[in-house]
């Protein structure tokens, strides 16, 4: 799978990890695809249900309001974001048990920066991504 993300919005995503650090942030992705091309074009900010600080759970209402958004546009809902706070930008075990939607996009904002993972057939593969400057 390839991602095109815009730069303002990974930038987005880093300083939302910030602003939420100790605890994860978590939102989820409007865009389109095309094939196995996937275009990131807006955010989602959620809010984060989880007790304990080093898990994410996107509230439910967030989610319905971003879809009804999504589809005003004729867009869709291609993945989710959320950040590990002091750690890798990589699927976590407790990810990789949360993980359910097939050809979800996953952007996961770590300490080293941004990953980029598809869900698909039950286990998370890196997606090739380009930042672009729209």
């Known amino acids: 799978m390839k991602l095109i993300l815009p730069a303002r919005l990974a930038a987005a995503i880093a300083e939302a990890a910030r602003a939420a650090a100790p605890r ?61 706070p002091g750690g890798k930008a990589m699927p976590s075990e407790t990810d990789r048990a949360g993980g359910r939607e097939e050809d979800f996009l996953w952007l996961i904002a770590g300490e080293e920066g941004l990953g980029a993972f598809a869900y698909s057939r039950g286990r998370f593969t890196g997606a090739d991504w380009v930042t672009s400057s729209e």
Request: charged share 30%; proline share 5%; glycine share 8%.
């Open 24 to 84: 994860e942030c978590c939102g989820l992705l409007e865009g389109t695809r095309e094939g196995e091309t996937v275009r990131v074009t807006a955010l989602h900010p959620a809010r984060n249900l989880a007790p304990a600080r080093d898990r994410f759970e996107i509230d439910p209402a967030d989610h319905f309001a971003a879809t009804r958004a999504a589809r005003r546009k004729g867009r869709m809902i291609v993945g989710c974001y959320h950040s590990h």
